[in-house]
Each structure stands twice: as structure tokens, then as C-alpha cells.
């Protein structure tokens, strides 16, 4: 978490860095016999299979990231247990499962502005018609690297390296203080 930038509520939009949260990897050849099977039942999700989508199970998301990988998001006290799960689901098979932990930051935005602030630093089209609830990106926001999920109809959640969170919280702030 970063520490320098607190929740910031106002101009049609809200921040806030989200708490701490259990982010793994997860890559496999969803085409291999059993693969999602196994995953399902190890975790109680079906993995997205489409491009840039997501999906929610009760204890659980799954974003999509690439044909073969995943980033898989719980509660960070559950992250080992996914992971033991995991492999003993898929043990025997062609899967990669990796805590990515603290190597990312979380932080959601919301509000009707959210998404003219987020314009400001995004190519991605983020209209509800071609960025709907559920839909993934891995792009650029004011030049770092971001995975941006649209969580809800007027909400993102963006998933930042640490190194470049503090950078990318500020530059947030600045931009929400124009709206």
C-alpha cells in the first residue's frame, strides 16, 4: 500500500487504494483436457476464456490476461490456500501458479468522472459499450503499465507495479483535482 495518498472523494469522483489483496497467476493450456475442470473444482470459478474478460466466484476473480494466464485475486490471508489448492488440482499437468503478492498495488475509482479521468491518461476506449462491467485491459495510464478492470457499471479497479503506485496515486490526484 502507499501511504503518501490518502482517499480522495469529490468532482464526481472517488479514490481509494484498495487493502491488501491476494493476486496469483495462474497459466495453463485451457484447451488441455481437464484444465478448467480442474481449476473449477479446486477453486469454485470458471476461468474466463474469452479475451479480456473477468469472472467472479464467491471467494474469488479471475482476470483474463492472455490466452494461457490469468490473474487470480482473493482475500491475502487466502492466497496460500488458492495456491495449495491449485496444485493439487493440477498437479500432473502443464500449469504455472505464482504469488504475485506486493508486486502490485490495487487502488479503485469510481463516480460518474471516473471514467473522463481515467481518458486523460488512457488510450483504451472506456465506453460502456466497448469497456462494459467485467471487461479487462493491459494497457498504459499516464505511461505506467496497469491492468484496469471496470469492476462496476461507474467503477475500475486498477492494478499498478509497486514501484510505480506512489507516481501513478499523485498523478490520479492531480488529474480528479481538474475534473
Avoid at 487493502?19 to 497459466?27: A, D, Q
Avoid at 474466463?48 to 474469488?60: D, K
Avoid at 489448492?85 to 475509482?109: E, K, M, T
Avoid at 486498477?158 to 503506485?165: D, G, K, L, P, T
Wanted: one cysteine or more.
Amino acid at each position: 500500500m502507499v501511504d503518501a495518498v490518502p482517499a480522495i472523494d469529490g468532482n464526481g469522483v472517488a479514490f481509494r487504494e484498495l487493502p491488501r489483496t491476494g493476486k496469483i497467476i495462474l497459466r495453463g493450456d485451457p484447451t488441455e483436457k481437464g484444465f478448467t475442470g480442474a481449476v473449477r473444482g479446486a477453486l469454485d470459478i470458471d476461468l474466463p476464456l474469452a479475451a479480456n474478460t473477468s469472472s467472479q466466484g464467491a471467494r474469488l476473480s479471475a482476470l483474463w490476461l492472455g490466452p494461457d494466464e490469468w490473474l487470480l485475486l482473493c482475500a491475502a490471508g487466502r492466497a496460500a490456500a488458492v495456491i495449495e489448492a491449485l496444485r493439487a488440482a493440477l498437479s500432473g499437468r502443464h500449469a504455472a501458479i505464482v504469488d504475485i503478492g506486493d508486486a502490485r498495488c490495487a487502488a479503485h475509482l469510481s463516480g460518474a468522472a471516473a471514467r473522463g479521468v481515467l481518458a486523460q491518461g488512457c488510450a483504451v476506449d472506456l465506453h460502456p459499450r466497448a469497456f462494459a462491467p467485467g471487461t479487462v485491459a493491459q494497457t498504459r495510464l499516464a505511461q505506467a503499465e496497469v491492468i484496469l478492470h471496470r469492476s462496476a457499471e461507474d467503477g475500475f479497479d486498477i492494478y499498478v507495479a509497486r514501484s510505480f503506485a506512489d507516481y501513478l496515486w499523485r498523478w490520479l490526484a492531480d488529474v480528479m483535482a481538474l475534473e
